[in-house]
């Protein structure tokens, strides 16, 4: 069964404590996986797009790379305006037609 | 500015009624979407659409209907065959529809709950 995981499921850090998020997946037919940003109560931001294993890309504080198995976001010096549920989605190829999965989120605490 | 407008913010649902969710763009996009979230859950699409007058159905769309009659509209309803109607719901929208390698652009959602 095609899956998309994210661990940890929730994360709490200090201003300035720099960590990483995973998503990780199994399908097959990689189209493109996606990170967005959530907070509450309100839709899903998009951040990154990767397409290819190998691929990274950067914004402010935010670091997202691709390997063939998983995803990592890289918050690095993290600001409690970081604080947010981080979603990834993985869109693919499937029996003739296309599908985009969403993993069920990391919520990441930034403390002072 | 353009967006995403989904109305009303949150909803309330009686028993054996339908409720409508309004979702409007004004991006110009060809394809649009709704998605359901529950707590612990990732998003799930209930249905989509690529052009006017044209839509399929999603993973969750039994209890659901939608209509596609202007471009900039899709309008969601939960009718009372929902059984489990209570959620966050989002409208989405996306230039083509490919599903799999566009970004998706989202409104700022609706919370369902029933009464």
């Known amino acids: 069964e095609d899956q998309v995981t994210q661990s940890p499921e929730a994360l709490r850090l200090q201003e300035g404590e720099s960590s990483s998020l995973n998503c990780s997946y199994t399908?097959?037919?990689?189209?493109?996986l996606f990170w967005y940003r959530q907070d509450p109560g309100k839709g899903p931001e998009f951040l990154f797009t990767?397409?290819?294993a190998g691929e990274e890309k950067e914004k402010e504080r935010l670091k997202a790379t691709l390997t063939k198995k998983e995803s990592f976001l890289h918050i690095t010096a993290p600001k409690p305006e970081d604080s947010a549920t981080y979603l990834c989605?993985?869109?693919?190829?499937?029996?003739?037609?296309?599908?985009?999965?969403f993993g069920t989120g990391t919520q990441l605490k930034v403390e002072l | 500015d353009g967006g995403i407008t989904q109305s009303p913010k949150y909803l309330f649902r009686k028993e054996g009624q339908n409720v409508t969710l309004s979702c409007e763009q004004n991006?110009?996009?060809?394809?649009m979407y709704w998605y359901r979230q529950d707590p612990g859950q990732g998003l799930r699409l209930i249905y989509y659409?690529?052009?006017?007058?044209?839509?399929q159905k999603g993973d969750i769309a039994e209890g659901y209907s939608v209509s596609r009659e202007k471009k900039e509209s899709f309008p969601l309803t939960v009718t009372s065959a929902q059984k489990n109607p209570t959620a966050f719901y989002l409208c989405?929208?996306?230039?083509?529809?490919?599903?799999?390698?566009?970004?998706?652009?989202f409104g700022s959602g609706t919370q369902l709950s029933v009464l």
């Open positions: 989405a929208s996306s230039p083509r529809t490919v599903l799999t390698n566009e970004k998706l652009f």
């Open positions: 399908v097959s037919g990689l189209r493109g």
């Open positions: 990767l397409y290819s």
């Open positions: 989605a993985v869109g693919y190829f499937i029996g003739g037609g296309n599908k985009l999965t």
């Open positions: 991006l110009n996009h060809d394809a």
């Open positions: 659409s690529q052009i006017v007058n044209d839509f």
